[in-house]
């Protein structure tokens, strides 16, 4: 039985993300954001109780290898250079490193995801252009996580946008994104959770 263990690697990714992101609030804030939409859709996808819960702690990790970034790149106010892209595009390996041995199970899973967030389910992706069932399951999910919580945030260069919007750019594509990058069922999954997640972006924040 494993379930008397949940707790420790809760607080224990809780640590890691904390101490990865303490320079950098908006990364750790968007960790946040992305495990309980994680959740969501690895329970429409029918994963089991832990396992969804262990798709949320890879979703909270997923970008850890940006605090090896330098602080020029993570915190430039514009679009990122072809030169500085490439070495944004490093955070997977970083994350990867960072999370992979550290004695649980769950974080060898964390490390795996880490590392392929960035796949596209075509191939198109980075670091290393896996495609399709290839990639592994929580990097698919939080593939499209990513996605819509990018398209929801607002940027220097660029607004949020409304959740109808962000679901019809994920669902449909646009010049930038393609629904040939995500797997079909998490893309099935994300249209059948759209309305719970918006509820999570959207829901008034209760009392402190
Ligand atoms: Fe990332
Ligand atoms: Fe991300």
């Not at 994680?38 to 909270?60: H, P, S, W, Y």
């Amino acid at each position: 039985m494993t379930t008397g263990r949940l707790p420790d690697i809760f607080s224990m990714a809780a640590d890691i993300a904390r101490q990865a992101h303490a320079k950098d609030g908006d990364t750790y804030d968007h960790g946040c954001r992305m495990q309980p939409v994680c959740n969501l859709l690895a329970n429409r996808l029918g994963f089991g109780a832990e396992d969804i819960e262990k798709i949320g702690v890879c979703a909270m990790l997923h970008d850890v290898g940006k605090s090896a970034l330098p602080e020029d790149i993570l915190f430039k106010p514009g679009r990122l250079d072809a030169a500085e892209y490439r070495q944004m595009m490093e955070h997977t390996s970083s994350g990867h490193a960072m999370l992979r041995d550290l004695g649980h199970p769950w974080l060898d899973c964390a490390a795996d995801a880490a590392l392929h967030h960035h796949e596209r389910f075509d191939g198109g992706g980075y670091p290393h252009g896996i495609a399709g069932l290839m990639i592994p399951q929580p990097a698919r999910i939080i593939a499209v996580a990513d996605v819509y919580d990018a398209l929801r945030s607002e940027r220097p260069y660029k607004p949020a946008l409304e959740h109808e919007q962000a679901v019809k750019l994920i669902l449909y594509g646009d010049d930038r994104t393609n629904p040939s990058h995500f797997d079909p069922a998490v893309l099935a999954a994300f249209e059948m959770s759209a309305p719970a997640i918006r509820q999570l972006y959207e829901a008034p924040a209760g009392p402190d």
